[in-house]
């Protein structure tokens, strides 16, 4: 008989009441945000002052992708607030802002021998998980399906208690009473909300919040060109002016800089000498501090540290340096003759068993996130307590891991969330944090730790290579009867979750691993299509580079596999590629309006006749896009003119932040078409320089068009669609104007 949830659970509570007992039992959190002077807390989510400013707490860091403003937009307008009054202070971690919808997503990480017990965020043990490890992550767009709802109903709660003072005031039903641009009206009475907030904190909330009928929602009709936004970013000011801080920009009385120099990647590195008489004369050289892999010089200013481990020339032992031909050939092994493990199967699996009639292989090198932003962190250590200023996505863990590398509570560990500029997940690694740490505690004064943009390119871990042969046996009319993809891949997302969750080194993790399947590390990979026998299997490659996430990561190349291969199809049944795709989405009419839009907006002509137009289409997690790319060939290489995209997001909380997310994924997305890889030698990249990466310039910037469906749907996220769609589309297009085929990533890889 198989397992069920409802019989693990009975097993559990038979024979492990003290754990069942565990997970029942109340939880209690202090308030996170402590009111200031002239302020009164409605809840861990709301302050409102005297002045009538609103206060917003938000727990997930601000990377470019706007969280600092849909939050807010989201208690302004379920509470009735002036956008104007409307403030974002970032909030401490805290069980009180768990993010549950992350947890159930990620569950096989951090549950990796039961995650069916967890993969639903309003599952007891996802909810306890969450809060208890205070999981308040910024990752894979979760941002709204996480907080919309808790921010919602806190917004409702206060905006009854403020009615409640104002009723109590005129004499009236609170319920009579609205709220509207920061006031309380009852006819033509009005009340602003700082009057009412003082005595508002003392009324209890209904015990069910009085939601609003209609969520936050902007319709892509209601703001053509040139239309004044009704919540304009509230970071945008700062961000222009200057004054947003960043972790760079931290200063505190005393503080010294830190450069640092990283191992080359593999086995056993470890510093074998450094030259530290070469410094001794070296005005404003305070002292070196060596780490696990690592060596880090302090000074008075960051170029003197810099400058001191140049003329120190450290060397770097390690027991078997990182090559990237090695590891070509152990993915080519595992694909030739890896165990496969069956991450998706329906339909008649006798239809995909064995030599297929076409199988096609595809490749994609190692990805760099290429921010502008180097890893920084500022580091105060006094007396058994550590602070950190940094910008991070999971700031639980990295106070954590800097509490183990100094042997302390991490209840001694306090940690100031900082914005960060661009992170495309770069910032789930915390691996500066502990470096900082560990030389404040040995300098004795605050430490700021700013790596080099070749130290980020040499220790920055990529996304992960990947091979795939995408098999398929056509039916009798040139359409798809089965479909097999055989992915060679790392289990990428469980190492990386060995090391958020587990504290394992690169290394460890890689070998906690061996072996594993990972269908995180192959999100995507189904097709979206009505397909009746479909086949994913995953073959583990264990390769000696630590992987990580990237901005769309798997999607980024499982896309481009599917997509790839569709069109393959398409053209070799002498089909058109857009109506061969239509017929097979009778399942997804969301997607397939995608697809039509998308082709009237670029004024699709088929795809032949060399005309340089490529088509794709690709979902994630509720989220459709399709896109039209016009790309050829010119003397430097791709030049990419149009990208025409339209997307299904389901309802918009903000029509500008969500254009801005998509037209920036597909910009970024671009990068990884035309460069943005490495290869390795002896543990080192082959290029350490922005320069060198390929990426587009404004210059190389194509004409982007985005147009949104307006949907009633539950939100999804815009940032990775583009990221995942525009490959595949710009491989399709050259195809369209060369007739060649490219099945590898970044194309620079292969002859034009």
């Given at each position: ?128 998980w969450a809060q208890d490890t205070r999981f308040n992550a910024t990752a894979d767009g979760m941002s709204l399906a996480a907080y919309e709802a808790p921010t919602r109903a806190a917004a409702a709660s206060a905006r009854a208690m403020l009615m409640q003072a104002a009723g109590q005031r005129w004499g009236v039903a609170w319920e009579e009473c609205d709220t509207r641009d920061g006031f309380v009206v009852h006819g033509d009475r009005r009340l602003p909300f700082g009057a009412l907030a003082e005595q508002a904190v003392t009324y209890s909330p209904p015990s069910t919040p009085p939601l ?541």
């Amino acid at each position: 008989m198989g397992l069920t949830r409802r019989g693990i659970l009975i097993g559990a509570l038979a024979g492990g009441g003290l754990a069942v007992g565990y997970y029942l039992r109340p939880r209690n959190f202090p308030l996170p945000l402590e009111p200031g002077r002239g302020e009164y807390a409605f809840d861990a989510w709301i302050k409102i002052g005297k002045d009538g400013v609103v206060s917003v707490a938000v727990p997930q860091v601000e990377m470019g992708q706007g969280v600092t403003t849909l939050i807010p937009q989201v208690v302004a307008h379920e509470l009735g607030a002036d956008w104007r009054q409307v403030a974002v202070q970032p909030a401490p971690v805290s069980g009180l802002y768990a993010n549950a919808v992350l947890a159930a997503q990620w569950a096989p990480l951090w549950m990796p021998l039961a995650p069916s017990l967890a993969d639903e965020p309003d599952d007891l043990i996802t909810r306890r998980w969450a809060q208890d490890t205070r999981f308040n992550a910024t990752a894979d767009g979760m941002s709204l399906a996480a907080y919309e709802a808790p921010t919602r109903a806190a917004a409702a709660s206060a905006r009854a208690m403020l009615m409640q003072a104002a009723g109590q005031r005129w004499g009236v039903a609170w319920e009579e009473c609205d709220t509207r641009d920061g006031f309380v009206v009852h006819g033509d009475r009005r009340l602003p909300f700082g009057a009412l907030a003082e005595q508002a904190v003392t009324y209890s909330p209904p015990s069910t919040p009085p939601l609003r009928l209609e969520a936050m929602a902007e319709a892509p009709g209601e703001f053509p060109a040139g239309a004044p936004l009704h919540y304009p970013r509230l970071d945008l000011p700062s961000k222009v002016d200057g004054s947003w801080t960043f972790a760079g920009d931290v200063r505190l009385p005393g503080m010294l800089h830190a450069a640092i120099r990283h191992a080359p990647i593999g086995a056993s590195a470890s510093l074998d000498g450094i030259d530290e008489d070469a410094v001794k004369r070296l005005k404003g050289y305070v002292r070196t501090v060596k780490g696990e892999g690592w060596v880090g010089a302090i000074a008075q200013d960051w170029w003197t540290a810099e400058t001191a481990l140049t003329r120190m020339k450290p060397k770097f032992r390690v027991a078997e340096g990182l090559e990237t031909s090695e590891i070509d050939k152990v993915i080519d092994e595992a694909m030739r003759a890896g165990k496969a493990h069956r991450i998706h199967a329906s339909g008649d699996m006798d239809i995909v068993k064995g030599g297929l009639p076409l199988q096609l292989r595809y490749e994609v090198a190692p990805a760099v996130h290429a921010t502008i932003e180097t890893s920084s962190v500022t580091a105060r250590y006094d007396q058994g307590r550590l602070e950190l200023w940094i910008g991070t996505q999971v700031p639980e863990a990295t106070r954590e891991a800097a509490a183990r590398a100094l042997g302390l509570d991490p209840g001694n560990v306090v940690l100031y969330p900082m914005g960060l500029g661009g992170s495309f997940d770069r910032r789930l690694e915390f691996g500066h944090a502990v470096e900082a740490a560990l030389m404040a505690k040995e300098a004795g004064h605050p430490v700021q730790l700013t790596w080099s943009r070749r130290e980020e390119m040499r220790a920055g871990l990529p996304r992960t290579p990947v091979v795939a042969v995408m098999a398929a046996r056509p039916d009798t009319e040139g359409g798809i009867a089965g479909w097999r993809a055989r992915v060679a891949v790392p289990a990428t997302a469980r190492e990386f979750g060995r090391r958020l969750f587990g504290g394992d080194s690169p290394q460890d993790a890689i070998e906690a691993v061996v072996g594993d399947d990972d269908a995180l590390a192959l999100e995507g990979a189904v097709p979206p299509y009505a397909i009746a026998n479909v086949a994913v299997d995953h073959v583990p490659a264990t390769i000696p580079l630590p992987t990580a996430r990237l901005r769309g990561n798997a999607h980024g190349y499982t896309a481009f596999f599917n997509e790839s291969f569709v069109d393959e199809m398409a053209h070799r049944a002498g089909r058109e590629p857009l109506s061969y795709r239509m017929a097979m989405l009778g399942n997804d009419t969301r997607l397939a309006e995608c697809l039509q839009r998308a082709a009237a907006l670029a004024k699709w002509g088929g795809g032949g006749d060399n005309s340089g137009q490529g088509i794709a289409c690709h979902v994630i997690r509720g989220g459709r896009i399709a896109c039209v790319a016009s790309a050829r060939r010119d003397e430097t290489g791709v030049r990419v003119d149009r990208l025409s995209a339209v997307v299904d997001v389901g309802r918009i909380v903000n029509l500008d932040i969500a254009r801005q997310q998509v037209e920036g994924g597909l910009v970024f997305g671009l990068g990884h078409v035309l460069g943005c890889s490495m290869r390795y030698s002896n543990g080192r990249p082959d290029r350490e320089r922005l320069k060198d990466m390929n990426l587009p310039v404004l210059a190389d910037c194509p004409t982007i068009e985005v147009e949104f469906i307006e949907s009633t749907e539950d939100p999804a996220d815009p940032g990775e669609l583009g990221v995942a769609v525009v490959a595949p589309a710009v491989a399709n297009a050259l195809y369209s104007a060369t007739g060649l085929r490219f099945r590898r990533l970044p194309l620079f890889d292969e002859e034009l």
